[in-house]
């Protein structure tokens, strides 16, 4: 099912006034059905393709109609990011506020069933780099945010230091770069690089080599030294990892 049959009227109105919840429950439902119409057409099309007449179109409802919601593209482009992560934090271990090197790993094996999500947060999260882009503030944020979450999920898993002897604050750095890293190149190589099996050998390495053995796919074909970087880097964003990326392919339309 698509963002377009979720049921959003045609016409952009909000429909039969209703007394209190129920108009707002269907103004937050309409709100949802344009991102999720619009997280569908950024994976298919890009950010830059992706124009408000198709997401309404795909929603269901007139270009006004999305304007009541979202005034602005740079309005609509920061709601699906900010949805983004609400959605991985509704299904993800994050939602029972712990997070464990465990968690993070369930969170990869999700991620790798929805490469359109994926793939837009890849491509937002890079173009958010260049001056005034209007995700900017919102990837500056979050990665600090995501910073501290993962040195305190390392805190509480290693203590103060992690077997090579980092701390927490200092390794939490480079777990955001591997599940980021790793999710581009599985993007660009999903036949070569086997996400899951990859953020396992990283975490592998983090407890000091014990744990599960390599992963085959995601270091043949990649060289020696690339291994080392496939198995530190994987998906989402998560609701507090990094990437889940967005966009509508597999994993959006898993939602709608």
């Given at each position: 099912?698509?963002?377009r049959?979720?049921?959003?009227?045609?016409?952009?109105?909000?429909?039969?006034?209703?007394?209190?919840?129920?108009?707002?429950?269907?103004?937050?439902?309409?709100?949802?059905?344009?991102?999720?119409?619009?997280?569908?057409?950024?994976?298919?099309?890009g950010?830059?393709?992706?124009?408000?007449?198709?997401?309404?179109?795909r929603?269901?409802?007139?270009q006004?109609?999305?304007?009541?919601?979202?005034?602005?593209?740079?309005l609509?482009?920061?709601?699906?990011?900010?949805a983004?992560?609400?959605?991985?934090?509704?299904?993800?271990?994050?939602?029972?506020?712990?997070?464990?090197?465990?968690?993070?790993?369930?969170?990869?094996?999700?991620?790798?069933?929805?490469?359109?999500?994926?793939?837009?947060?890849?491509?937002?999260?890079?173009?958010?780099?260049?001056?005034?882009?209007?995700?900017?503030?919102?990837?500056?944020?979050?990665?600090?945010?995501?910073?501290?979450?993962m040195?305190?999920?390392?805190?509480?898993?290693?203590?103060?230091?992690?077997?090579?002897?980092?701390?927490?604050?200092?390794?939490?750095?480079?777990?955001?770069?591997?599940?980021?890293?790793?999710?581009?190149?599985?993007?660009?190589?999903?036949?070569?690089?086997?996400?899951?099996?990859?953020?396992?050998?990283?975490?592998?390495?983090?407890?000091?080599?014990?744990?599960?053995?390599?992963?085959?796919?995601?270091?043949?074909?990649?060289?020696?030294?690339a291994?080392?970087?496939?198995?530190?880097?994987?998906?989402?964003?998560?609701?507090?990892?990094t990437?889940?990326?967005?966009?509508?392919?597999?994993?959006?339309?898993?939602?709608?």
């Amino acid at each position: 099912m698509t963002a377009r049959d979720r049921g959003a009227s045609r016409d952009g109105r909000t429909g039969p006034r209703r007394g209190g919840g129920g108009r707002e429950a269907q103004r937050a439902e309409r709100r949802e059905a344009i991102l999720e119409a619009a997280v569908e057409l950024i994976a298919e099309r890009g950010y830059r393709r992706t124009s408000l007449a198709a997401v309404a179109e795909r929603a269901g409802l007139t270009q006004q109609g999305l304007l009541h919601h979202f005034p602005t593209k740079e309005l609509l482009l920061v709601g699906v990011l900010e949805a983004r992560d609400r959605w991985d934090l509704a299904s993800s271990a994050a939602a029972s506020g712990t997070w464990r090197t465990d968690s993070l790993a369930q969170l990869v094996d999700y991620n790798a069933t929805r490469p359109g999500i994926v793939q837009t947060y890849t491509v937002l999260s890079a173009d958010s780099v260049t001056e005034e882009h209007p995700a900017r503030a919102f990837f500056e944020s979050r990665f600090r945010t995501v910073r501290a979450a993962m040195a305190a999920a390392l805190r509480a898993e290693f203590g103060d230091r992690l077997p090579g002897g980092l701390t927490p604050e200092r390794a939490a750095p480079l777990l955001v770069a591997v599940m980021d890293g790793l999710q581009l190149q599985w993007l660009l190589d999903p036949e070569k690089v086997d996400m899951p099996a990859a953020f396992r050998d990283f975490v592998a390495l983090l407890r000091g080599g014990e744990g599960e053995g390599t992963s085959e796919g995601a270091s043949e074909g990649t060289g020696d030294s690339a291994s080392d970087g496939t198995s530190d880097s994987t998906s989402d964003g998560t609701g507090g990892g990094t990437g889940g990326g967005t966009g509508g392919g597999e994993g959006t339309r898993r939602r709608t």
